[in-house]
């Protein structure tokens, strides 16, 4: 059965470093996400992606956050310059072979960014 | 204020019961989504529904559009169906709204 995959699992860094998380969606998809979840809280939507270009973004999406598509079969988000309270658990999920956003989403097992 | 909210906050019940998790939310959608995440922290979607009532083995799920409310059933539980379930409401816009999700235990 198709599923999503992220790359790392884990992912420790320095606060001040960028990281990049990795996503491979389910092939025929056409909408793909970005979560997060702090430890112990909620899961908070980061942003969807489709057709190339960003359809919307949560306000925690600010301009330290980008997400790109560089090949068509990865969908990676970027934190450019970390901070301690960017450590969470980051989802992805792929969704929509009919073009509709309203389809059920399949998503990644998950890094846990690690910032120290 | 959330969007989202959920009850109870955590459900303990004896396997066997038949179990109803509550989601209610205060914004216009197009759809909402029943979640589940299991303890190591993945999360699978069970169902995804913008009217009427779903069914899958023994989840079912329902939604009231009018009174902005949506129910998932489990019946006859099980231990296996340990885990924090949680909705999340996608909004017209394509807006995600998380609940703080209810976590279940079933004891044997």
């Known amino acids: 059965e198709p599923e999503v995959t992220q790359t790392p699992s884990h992912q420790v860094t320095q606060m001040g470093q960028e990281v990049i998380l990795r996503c491979v969606p389910i092939s025929n998809h056409l909408y793909f996400y970005w979560y997060r979840q702090i430890l112990g809280q909620k899961v908070e939507f980061l942003v969807s992606?489709?057709?190339?270009?960003?359809?919307?973004k949560s306000e925690i999406f600010d301009d330290q956050f980008s997400v790109e598509r560089p090949d068509g079969s990865n969908f990676t988000l970027k934190i450019r310059s970390t901070k301690l309270e960017d450590s969470a658990m980051y989802f992805c999920?792929?969704?929509?072979?009919?073009?509709?956003?309203?389809?059920?989403?399949?998503f990644g097992p998950g890094t846990r960014l690690t910032v120290t | 204020k959330n969007e989202v909210e959920q009850s109870p906050q955590n459900l303990t019940a004896q396997e066997g019961e038949f179990i109803t998790i509550n989601c209610s939310y205060s914004?216009?959608?197009?759809?909402l989504h029943w979640l589940q995440q299991h303890p190591g922290g993945g999360i699978v979607s069970l169902f995804m529904?913008?009217?009427g009532k779903k069914k899958h083995g023994r989840l079912i799920a329902t939604i009231n559009i009018q009174e902005k409310h949506s129910s998932l059933h489990i019946t006859a539980s099980h231990p296996r169906d340990s885990a924090v379930y949680i909705c999340a409401v996608l909004r017209r816009g394509n807006q995600f709204y998380f609940g703080t999700g209810t976590s279940l235990t079933v004891i044997p």
């Open positions: 999920a792929s969704s929509g072979t009919s073009g509709r956003a309203v389809d059920e989403q399949y």
């Open positions: 529904l913008s009217s």
């Open positions: 914004v216009g959608i197009s759809a």
């Open positions: 992606f489709y057709n190339n270009e960003i359809s919307e």
